[in-house]
DNA sequence: GGCATTACGCTACGACTCGTAGCGAAAGCT
DNA sequence: AGCTTTCGCTACGAGTCGTAGCGTAATGCC
């Protein structure tokens, strides 16, 4: 999480019922008081702990909401629905549905916005939060490949470009349609998106 | 901008000039100290203003900043080169270069994290942003259909679902390769994009 | 058991930002 | 002229930040 592996063997150790506490009045805070209202004192106080404590496990706002955010995407996983289609649909759905709870909406855009100045943040994000629905994309890929759903890339290096290409699209325009148009991401939009994302990537792979 | 018509139609009027450097000092502190750093007297000194006409005009940060940014989609315009895939590819990479300005990538995130909670900035940033996107869609969409690169879509209600997901699949992604992935949405990328996008369209319309 | 080490809760602190109020002067309009 | 609104300036209370210092609590090692 925030502390790397303890080289210190002794002492009193950190409390792990402290970190559950304050991560979950972290969300807490969050959906009562949006990003910009939330304070550390307030989430301390949430919590049951001092403010010095918080400030020992985490270098400030930003760290504490990246850890608290990336909790929800946890439970995020791809299903076996038989195809391709209904893989994508499934997990997408799910994405959305961490998307349209107001701990992930408030957190999520704030901390990325503070990563376009802060290279440790961004890298903290890719990490704990861009990395786990990354491997989704590649999981589904090559499930679908090994149906027959889509056809191999030899090439290492465009496969790459295309697996990159497919998490933006993927990613992306869910994020814009919850957060930005600030519609529901509901079966119908999914089912319409995915159609022609799907018809979009075997035409492309038909035709190089 | 930010204020309505004036109906005071006596005393000493505002001054225009100090409008537009304010919006410039504010993109200049957007660069240098980013979204949580900027401060509005910060702003109002490099604008030469005093803090008090700041507040005059704008309600908070939120909403300067939204004034700043909407600012720099002003150039936004589709370019006609002749085909609906050149076309797109071309207003695609004017919205990569402006989202690839740091005035935008700090701006622009964080103004949409805070209208998660707020309704107001979020009609805001609609009209002054997002719109002027959303009309370039329409304006292609016009096009392409009357060069007969698209199907006409007899069912407005339809239609406006189906712009309305083109919408979000063309910003989103763009956005998320810029702001998350944080590579550049250069030539190149652009190219697979439209070419995935513009086949799952024609595929999508082909099979209804 | 005693000892070293680390985490914890608590209080207090200076530095900073926020948003507003009050003032006199300036710039328009009729 | 006189009226009205904006402007620059100063000052202010309220709130937050991040840190320091202290005594206490919990562990590992001898």
Known sequence: MQSRTPASRTGRPRSAAADTAILAATREALVELGWSK?????VATR??????????RWAGKNELVV??????????????LGSLAADI????????????????????????AESTRDDALRERIRASIVDRQMRLVLQGRARAQHRG????????????????????????AVVHRTLVSGKPADEEWVHSFIRILLLGLVGAARTP
């Open 47 to 56: 919590a049951g702990v001092a403010k010095t404590t918080l400030y020992r």
């Open 67 to 80: 850890d608290a955010v990336a909790e929800l995407f946890d439970e995020l996983e791809l299903p076996d």
């Open 149 to 172: 759903e889509l056809p191999p890339e030899p090439d290492p290096e465009q496969a790459a470009r295309t697996v990159d290409l497919i998490f933006d699209m993927v990613a992306g």
């Open 89 to 112: 649909e499934g997990v997408v759905l799910q994405f959305a549905a961490i998307l349209a709870r107001p701990e992930a909406r408030s957190g999520l855009m704030a901390v990325v």
């Open 38 to 42: 939330l304070t550390l004192s307030d």
